[in-house]
């Protein structure tokens, strides 16, 4: 479809394709699923298997489940929607993701999985004082999960209207409550296994759909990539002053290429410092099998994102930016809205499905992880001193999946409407700012300390929110032609001071800075535990569940 037919799909955009399909679709996805996460959690009361999952998976497995894990709603209907609208600009932001697993691999992943036990705080306090830096450590990890929490829940019930024909904000707030119940069976009762295959199931289905897809598209072009690309741009609206609009060439999204540099900071950097991510390493049973979780969900995620340039230009040209924008979910329907047209009520019903799904194995991914830094890093130092038993953590560690799901269904729906990238972007930078400084310090620096750590840490959680909170993606933004509403999170305010949408570029140099000018006002160094956490990131000598040699 071009966009001169545009307006028959606009007015229709919250009905298209059939609710009860759809609703169908999604339904035995849950009940599969459900069913998977019994069978493979009846043994899930220890911390090794209700934190890593026993430590049984296979690399292969645990890269698939990495993918699954990272591709979100914000991935797969993100980015999609992104070169639909922005062309090129919205394919750069894809390359920022996927360029960040090259840092996790040669950085990160084997040390890391060497080094720690089950959270990321187990490598930060290793070698310095233990209460301090596993507070500072579970702090950030709160602060990470709480707001890519927030994005999943409210990507639910910001496209509920379109995937699921459910108007007005009640129904969308009960798809959140939903989402989050189904979210907490998954993490409460199944652990870390059942989430992981979750992850794999929803991965591979996430991928398959998208191959079946970028075909279909393909096929409409004969097959010919360069004519898709030149159709797209061609039919691309002009801009709201008249002049044209270049899918194809830079700058209709990022006009200002300092944005766009502190963006691609806070991405390439932050994944390597998500609390989620890192916590897949301790799935497998040794560092080896670490690197090629890495290697594996690099070549699928690399993959994937090709598929999204299909998809984004496909939906460019078939549907067209101006009914994209203006349906509800805005940008984030260009993936279900394509498959609408290719396939129908059948294929819009499948793509609904995996996009719920997605949304669940992420949130999952989340719970638990955020639950395990509550348990094994605040519980067991505040409250234990260190003593509690592997089944007392697993048992507050449950509580705490509850009482996070409760929060983020909560907080879902109080941001229901709000600007996702906002809470996507905020993630990202205080991952980057707060956690991947310390862990690199800690892994290479042998002069780093506890006041570098508590430096680095707060300092970058603190600047990176605040910069945000102050940034035009919070307030300020001109209206939207299109949509008549302005693209920051608050609408007809203004109280920004930050020039940037992402604050990398800053609160990213200021994380090392601080842990540098930290460590060096503090004169604690222990030699012989940094030797000892050398040897053991090298060689995997004495990692939790690794063979000793």
Do not use: C
């Amino acid at each position: 479809m071009n966009t001169a037919l545009a307006p028959t799909l606009m007015p229709t955009a919250t009905t298209v394709g059939n609710p009860a399909i759809n609703i169908g679709i999604f339904a035995l996805f849950v009940v599969v699923t459900l069913a998977i996460v019994i069978r493979v959690s009846r043994n899930n009361n220890t911390a090794a298997e209700y934190y890593a999952g026993g430590r049984a998976f296979t690399g292969r497995q645990n890269g698939i489940a990495i993918a699954g894990d990272y591709l979100s709603a914000a991935s797969f209907l993100g980015i999609a929607g992104a070169i639909a609208v922005n062309g090129y600009d919205g394919f750069l932001y894809s390359i920022g993701f996927l360029v960040a697993w090259l840092v996790a691999l040669l950085l990160v992943a084997e040390l890391l999985r060497n080094v720690g036990k089950y959270t990321m705080a187990d490598v930060l306090s290793f070698r310095l004082r233990q209460r301090p830096v596993r507070i500072a450590a579970a702090i950030s990890t709160l602060a990470v999960s709480f707001f890519y929490l927030l994005a999943q829940m409210a990507g639910a019930g910001g496209l509920v209207a379109l995937l699921l024909g459910i108007e007005g904000d009640l129904g969308q707030r009960l798809v959140i409550v939903v989402v989050g119940i189904i979210m907490l069976f998954y993490v409460i009762f199944g652990g870390m296994k059942g989430t992981t295959w979750v992850q794999i199931i929803k991965a591979v289905l996430l991928i398959i759909g998208a191959v079946v897809m970028t075909v279909w598209v393909l096929a409409k072009f004969g097959f010919n990539i360069s004519t898709l690309l030149g159709d797209a741009a061609a039919a691309a609206p002009a801009a709201a002053d008249g002049t044209a609009r270049d899918l194809l060439a830079p700058g209709l999204q990022y006009k200002n290429p300092v944005d766009f540099i502190s963006l691609a900071l806070a991405l390439v950097l932050g994944t390597a410092g998500l609390p989620h991510v890192l916590m897949r390493f301790y799935t497998v049973p040794t560092s080896r099998e670490a690197r090629r979780s890495v290697e594996w969900a690099i070549w699928l995620i690399g993959a994937f994102y090709l598929l999204t340039l299909v998809l984004g230009f496909g939906a460019a040209e078939l549907v067209g930016a101006k009914a994209i924008k203006a349906a509800p979910g805005g940008a984030n329907s260009a993936a279900p809205l394509l498959a609408f047209e290719l396939g129908g009520e059948i294929l819009l019903g499948v793509i609904s499905a995996v996009a719920f799904a997605t949304i669940l194995a992420v949130v999952a991914g989340l719970t638990i992880t955020a639950s395990a830094s509550l348990s094994h890093d605040v519980y067991n130092t505040l409250v234990k001193k260190g003593n509690a038993t592997p089944e007392e953590e697993v048992k507050v560690a449950r509580i705490s999946a509850l009482v996070l799901g409760a929060v983020a269904i909560v907080g879902g729906i109080f941001a229901l409407g709000q600007n996702i990238a906002f809470l996507v972007a905020l993630a990202f930078a205080v991952a980057a700012s707060a956690n991947l400084p310390t862990i690199l310090y800690s892994l290479f620096w042998k002069r780093f300390n506890t006041r570098g750590a508590l430096w680095s840490i707060y300092g970058g959680l603190i600047s990176a929110i605040t910069l945000i909170v102050f940034s035009p993606v919070v307030s300020g933004k001109p209206i939207d032609a299109v949509t008549g509403k302005s693209p920051s999170m608050l609408q007809g305010v203004d109280f920004h001071w930050f020039p940037l949408d992402n604050p990398g570029i800053i609160s990213i140099p200021l994380g090392f800075v601080l842990g540098y000018i930290g460590t060096l006002t503090s004169r604690e160094y222990n030699a012989a535990k940094y030797a000892e956490m050398e040897v053991r990131s090298l060689t995997g000598y004495g990692a939790e569940g690794a063979s000793q040699h």
